[in-house]
Nanobody
């Protein structure tokens, strides 16, 4: 199970940090990611972290940073220089089984960026 938190209302240019706590003894093996979905749009990839490194959507590169603390079973998404177009529900996800398949999802946490 995944539990996301940290969303809120922020002005453009501001920052937020999202957290996602996972259950399970093998968290360190999971590929973890963040996705987002804005109203009327499809869910889109934001970032992921695995043993090889981190990967970002072009729209958030150089502004967002994904990280993890395996001792706390937690993945973070530090979001800086937020823009109104970053407004969305943000979801954490895990590849806990088959690599390439996002098989666990947290509930969304809302991020609203005002202009």
């Amino acid at each position: 199970q995944l539990q996301a938190s940290g969303g809120g209302l922020v002005q453009a240019g501001g920052s937020l940090r999202l957290s996602c706590v996972a259950s399970g003894r093998t968290f360190s093996r999971y590929v973890m990611g963040w996705f987002r979905q804005a109203p009327g749009k499809e869910r889109e990839f934001v970032a992921q972290i695995n043993r090889s490194g981190t990967y970002y959507a072009d729209s958030v590169k150089d502004r967002f940073t994904i990280s993890r603390d395996n001792a706390k079973n937690t993945v973070y998404l530090q979001m800086n220089s937020l823009k109104p177009e970053d407004t969305a529900a943000y979801y954490c996800a895990a590849q806990s089984g088959i690599i390439g398949r996002w098989d666990s999802w947290g509930q969304g946490t809302q991020v609203t960026v005002s202009s």
